[in-house]
């Protein structure tokens, strides 16, 4: 286990596409989070899910996003009809219960 | 309403100086405070948390309730200290969200 993994790495679409996002949590991990970041901004956060439970969503999250957890295992993150203010790095994270969190890498979107 | 501020965007010191990141926090009840950091080009890591009363790369912080602070230090700044460092909040209950600051972006000069 190396830790949590994010594909891809880098996104660019253009403005109006679809885009999904896969995050692979700490295989032990039953906690699942998503976080945006801009520039100079911390990471804000916009889901949670314990298990395949999606038990926290953020008003950040419009209803151009969703995610997904099936089995309780990765989790997707879907933006449909992408826009320019969808530009940001998008970062994944995983948890033990009340545990601090281990972050991916994180997936940079940028919508052109 | 939960909030984390961090009010300097960047601190400069010189190698050796003491550092001290500030961290103030706003919730009504009992916070779990964090400081991540995040080295040139790497991933977003945990430093410490409060509950844990550990020094880790020499930085403590101590949780002072009646200031809502939870500011970072060392007496002793390294330059591979340089990094972006952000601090973190979770509230009780049935939330188990962080919320960060904008984070402080330390600069050790030689």
């Known amino acids: 286990d190396t830790g949590v993994s994010q594909d891809p790495r880098h996104k660019i679409t253009k403005r109006g596409q679809n885009v999904t996002f896969r995050c692979d949590p700490i295989?032990?991990?039953?906690?699942l989070y998503w976080y945006r970041q801009t520039l100079g901004q911390g990471p804000e956060f916009l889901t949670y899910?314990?298990?395949?439970?999606?038990?926290?969503k953020s008003r950040l999250l419009s209803d151009r996003f969703s995610a997904e957890r099936p089995k309780g295992s990765f989790s997707t993150l879907e933006i449909q009809r992408t826009e320019q203010g969808d530009s940001a790095m998008y970062l994944c994270?995983?948890?033990?219960?009340?545990?601090?969190?281990?972050f991916g890498s994180g997936t940079r979107l940028t919508v052109v | 309403a939960q909030r984390v501020t961090q009010p300097e965007k960047l601190l400069s010191v010189f190698k050796g100086a003491p550092v001290e990141l500030k961290c103030n926090y706003s919730?009504?009840?009992?916070?779990?405070l964090f400081w991540y950091v995040q080295y040139s080009r790497q991933r977003l890591q945990l430093l410490l948390r409060?509950?844990s009363r550990e020094s880790i790369k020499g930085f403590t912080a101590d949780l002072n309730k009646g200031e809502t602070s939870f500011h970072l230090k060392k007496p002793f700044a390294q330059e591979e200290d340089s990094a972006m460092y952000y601090c973190?909040?979770?509230?009780?209950?049935?939330?188990?969200?962080?919320?960060f600051g904008t984070g402080t972006l330390l600069a050790v000069q030689p």
């Open positions: 994270a995983s948890s033990l219960s009340n545990e601090g969190y281990t």
């Open positions: 295989s032990e991990h039953n906690r």
């Open positions: 899910f314990q298990n395949e439970a999606q038990l926290e």
């Open positions: 919730y009504s009840g009992s916070p779990e």
């Open positions: 409060h509950i």
């Open positions: 973190a909040l979770r509230g009780g209950g049935a939330t188990n969200k962080l919320i």
